[in-house]
């Protein structure tokens, strides 16, 4: 069975420090790959994603992702984080044509000040 | 446009007690989801519809049923809640997957089941 795997379950930084948070997944074909962002007590956005052409792709608030397709890695990185950069972050994959996406647990990532 | 929107946002039951969960969007897609949400967990695929009047399982599936009887919308039952339906419960929505094309998520529904 496909499987997404994130290694962080837990991160704290402090202010202007860089994140990075691993995400692999476990499929042989082709996928579409997203990182969402849940705030305290909101719902899922979308920070960014991944179909197809330039594996480095860029998002909101200053955050990018590198598909790397010979490690089946999703990586998303910031260079600076502040303090509302405290949320929880989900890596997904579509492996589908209906659209299921497959999330990680999550890592939740603490930006202290 | 309003989005995705759930209701209701808390609920409570006892054992045994039935509830329905909606899901509105205003936005046309095609295709709706229910997850639901647990801690260490990420979201697990509960039913999905490609369309109105279809509906397909998905990961967690048991316990569950759901209905898209309008495009627009998409129930999510409990017929008899167990304590392990005690979760966090997201509707999401899309355009057809093809494409770039992201899913849309409402604000959840946080259900304890006593």
């Known amino acids: 069975a496909q499987s997404v795997s994130q290694h962080n379950h837990h991160v704290i930084l402090s202010e202007a420090a860089s994140l990075e948070l691993g995400c692999n997944y476990s499929y042989g074909g082709t996928v579409n790959l997203f990182w969402y962002v849940q705030y305290p007590g909101q719902h899922l956005q979308l920070l960014l994603k991944?179909?197809?052409?330039?594996?480095l792709v860029k998002g909101i608030k200053g955050f990018e992702a590198e598909f790397i397709k010979s490690k089946f890695s999703f990586n998303l990185r910031k260079p600076s984080v502040q303090w509302s950069d405290t949320a929880e972050y989900f890596c997904a994959v579509i492996t589908d044509s209906w659209g299921k996406l497959q999330f990680g647990a999550g890592t939740q990532v603490v930006v202290t000040p | 446009n309003a989005g995705v929107t759930q209701t209701p946002k808390f609920r409570v039951l006892k054992t045994g007690q039935s509830m329905t969960l909606l899901c509105a969007q205003d936005?046309?897609?095609?295709?709706m989801y229910w997850y639901r949400q647990d801690p260490g967990m990420g979201l697990r695929l509960i039913h999905y519809?490609?369309?109105?009047?279809?509906?397909a399982k998905g990961e967690v599936p048991d316990g569950y049923n759901v209905s898209r009887l309008k495009k627009q919308n998409f129930l999510l039952g409990l017929e008899s809640a167990a304590p392990s339906q005690t979760s966090v419960y997201f509707c999401?929505?899309?355009?057809?997957?093809?494409?770039?094309?992201?899913?849309?998520f409402g604000p959840g529904t946080r259900l304890t089941v006593l």
């Open positions: 936005m046309n897609h095609e295709y």
């Open positions: 991944y179909f197809s052409g330039d594996p």
């Open positions: 519809s490609v369309g109105e009047g279809t509906t």
């Open positions: 999401a929505s899309s355009p057809r997957p093809q494409g770039a094309n992201e899913q849309f």
